[in-house]
């Protein structure tokens, strides 16, 4: 696909949707509190680097809101760019955490609270391409 053809407004708009969802899913509104202690880190722990994480999760937020523009493409329609997102936060991501964290032990509840918040994300940022394409 001709990269011109990408719009970087909805990009940037999927990114952001993403990087907020992130803000409320790990919020204690939602799942902070549970994710906090299953992965064993405190309110302080969470402080140190906090600049980094944050910086670094939006900017993979972007090359996922990219990568997906493209597998999308310019002309497809919404529900099509609503199943690609789900299908990849699906079929991809969940499925890798999962993988991951099944080697590592890690609980089930943890596994659903990350791998669930990507299956989410990748759907809305397929929405938001859909929306603009």
């Known amino acids: ?49 906090a600049a980094r994480a944050f910086g670094g999760a939006f900017a993979c937020q972007l090359i996922a809101a990219v990568n997906l523009a493209f597998f999308i493409g310019p002309a497809q329609s919404f529900s099509f760019a609503v199943f690609a997102g789900a299908a990849a936060g699906l079929g991809w991501v969940a499925t890798g955490l ?21 299956v989410v994300a990748l759907t809305a940022m397929g929405a938001i391409l859909g929306a603009w394409s």
Request: aromatic letters at 12%; glycine letters at 8%; proline letters at 4%.
């Open 98 to 118: 999962t993988t991951t964290f099944l080697f590592e032990r890690r609980p089930a509840t943890l596994i659903a609270i990350d791998a669930g918040y990507h």
């Open 1 to 49: 696909m001709d990269p011109s053809k990408l719009d970087l407004i909805a990009i940037a708009a999927a990114a952001v949707s993403s990087f907020l969802l992130g803000g409320l899913w790990y919020s204690p509104l939602l799942f902070g509190r549970r994710w906090a202690a299953l992965t064993g880190l405190d309110e302080q722990q969470l402080k140190v680097g």
